[in-house]
């Protein structure tokens, strides 16, 4: 299959990229080069001749729909967004922007291009969200395909109407698409301003580490290998018009995946003098801090057999390791604007 991938230089977009090259996908990746982008991240398929990079932005039509009729793909994966939570509020218009703006932009490109190949039913448009649009969960339930939207940052929000626009393609048009919905990811080319590598660069750099407000927030933590994974299974399994939610089935709070990474360090890099627990500090909590996350995959396993490969204790002891061996690769992003600032604080 040919896949055109957008956002492929960023964390989970690269692995996709990795991914589907080793599957023997052509793979083109459409990325505007932000400041969350790095090329290193698909370093290992650059010279492949599966693959081909194009320089763009979704919001820019006509370069959309020239890289389109140029490579005629079979199917879209939509993974280009802004995608901190602390950068949405602190500057929300971006997100507006890119997140809404440039997916109705490629939603179109994407419908024009398929009316000019005759609207093949094969054609798939796969949207990649995530499960913030569902809200904060108590201590108990989980989020379902069918639990009602209520985003509550900037993020999630814009995250969420772009989910309404590709049904709205869907039902209106008949644009083939699936979509799904993903709980948190960690593991290798993590950019270094997401709570994990934050952990780990400050630990090894004597730092504090800081943890939103008691650590008491609920994360469902996936392997980006293995999100990886159910994308393209979803991709080429799922049923039309559906959504797939997608979860590790690893529930920690905050302070329990610090403390874990801390264990793991304090393993494979002693520090002197004590524990990297010694470090932990509790921070303002960012507002409108939602507080549990949980996916209910039942679907994705179901209907698709699907399910993760990595436990979290492996996929934690894997990334830290990463991040161990490859320090030219973060030490050239902590230089990028805005990385190691404490961000979305105010409301
Ligand atoms: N990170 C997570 O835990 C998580 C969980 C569930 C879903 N998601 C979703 O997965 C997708 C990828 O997330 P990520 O963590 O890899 O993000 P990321 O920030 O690491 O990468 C985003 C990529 O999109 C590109 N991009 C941004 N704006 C663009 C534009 N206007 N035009 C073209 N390219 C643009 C960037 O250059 C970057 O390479 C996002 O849609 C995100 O909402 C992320």
């Not at 006509?62 to 602190?90: F, G, Q, Y």
Request: hydrophobic share 35%; net charge negative.
């Amino acid at each position: 299959m040919k896949i055109l991938i957008t956002g492929g230089a960023g964390f989970i977009g690269s692995a996709v990229v990795r991914l589907a090259v080793a599957r023997g996908h052509s793979v083109v990746n459409l990325d505007a080069l932000t400041y969350a982008a790095c090329l290193d991240n698909i370093a290992s398929v650059s010279g492949d001749p599966l693959y081909a990079f194009e320089q763009a932005d979704i919001r820019d039509r006509n370069a959309v729909a020239r890289i389109l009729e140029t490579h005629k793909p079979d199917a879209i994966m939509h993974l280009a967004a802004e995608s901190h939570v602390d950068r949405s509020i602190d500057a929300p218009g971006e997100f507006i922007e890119t997140n809404i703006t440039g997916t109705y932009t490629l939603l179109e490109a994407a419908r024009a291009y398929w009316t000019t190949q005759g609207k093949p039913e094969s054609f798939r448009f796969h949207h990649v969200s995530t499960d913030e649009v569902f809200g904060s969960l108590g201590d108990t339930g989980m989020f379902t395909e069918d639990t009602p939207y209520d985003p509550r940052s900037p993020y999630s929000a814009s995250k969420a109407a772009s989910d309404h626009l590709v049904r709205a393609w869907s039902e209106t048009y008949g644009l083939p698409v699936v979509l799904s919905n993903c709980s948190n990811n960690y593991g290798p080319y993590h950019f270094p301003e997401k709570l994990i590598p934050v952990v780990i660069l400050n630990a090894l750099a004597g730092k504090p580490l800081p943890i939103y407000g008691n650590g008491s927030n609920v994360r469902d933590w996936l392997y980006v290998e293995d999100h990886a994974d159910a994308l393209l299974c979803v991709l080429e399994k799922g049923r039309l018009g559906r959504s797939y939610n997608i979860g590790g089935e690893n529930e920690r709070s905050n302070l329990e995946l610090v403390q874990t990474l801390c264990a793991i360090l304090d393993e494979k890099r002693p520090r002197a003098g004590g524990s990297y627990a010694e470090l932990i500090t509790f921070v303002t909590d960012r507002p409108g801090h939602d507080a549990r996350y949980a996916i209910d995959p039942t679907r994705i396993r179901q209907e698709l057999g699907w399910r993760p490969s990595v436990t979290v204790e492996e996929g934690l002891e894997r990334t830290v390791q990463w991040y161990l061996d490859n320090e030219d690769w973060w030490r050239a992003l902590q230089n990028r604007e805005g990385v190691g600032m404490r961000l979305g604080k105010t409301t």
